[in-house]
């Protein structure tokens, strides 16, 4: 037999990992039951809806606990504003806000969170029409637009 540390290290690790799956298993079962009353009762207000053809939606993201309500968004719009018309990448705006944050751009698991932040931030801007996008993949850079959204309209 190996290492006894190493064994009832793993062993303790398999068990917490197996208690994770159970009560994973619980809670989709008791999603899926509840899944099962509300296709129901859809069916009783709308009998020619088929529930099945709703589209699941993906719960939100985590918040970040790096940043208060809006102020990424501000971020990034500050970023772009200073940037005076040129591309910004992503990463740029990340790698700015973890020094901002006293945190360490070479942490690779933190910048790659903050980095996909980013990118969600300013593909919601660009859908308000706040924000432009150049490029696409990893060359994909940002910028203000040049005549401003109209959001009387």
């Known amino acids: 037999m190996g290492e006894p540390h190493v064994v009832s290290a793993l062993r303790e690790k398999r068990a917490e990992i197996s208690g994770a799956i159970l009560e994973l298993e619980k ?74 944050k006293g945190l360490d751009p070479e942490d690779r698991k933190t910048r790659s969170d903050f980095i996909q932040r980013v990118l969600n931030t300013l593909t919601a801007q660009k859908g308000k029409g706040t924000v432009e996008k150049i490029g696409n993949g990893l060359g994909a850079r940002w910028r203000l637009p040049a005549e401003p959204a109209d959001h009387a309209a």
């Open 27 to 100: 809670r989709m079962a008791q999603h899926r039951a509840d899944l099962v009353h509300l296709d129901a009762t859809l069916r009783l207000f709308a009998p020619e809806l088929e529930p099945e053809s709703i589209a699941p939606k993906r719960p939100p993201a985590a918040r970040s606990h790096y940043f208060a309500t809006g102020e990424l968004a501000r971020r990034c719009l500050e970023a772009l504003r200073m940037a005076e018309g040129r591309v910004v990448a992503a990463e740029q705006i990340a790698v700015a806000a973890m020094r901002d």
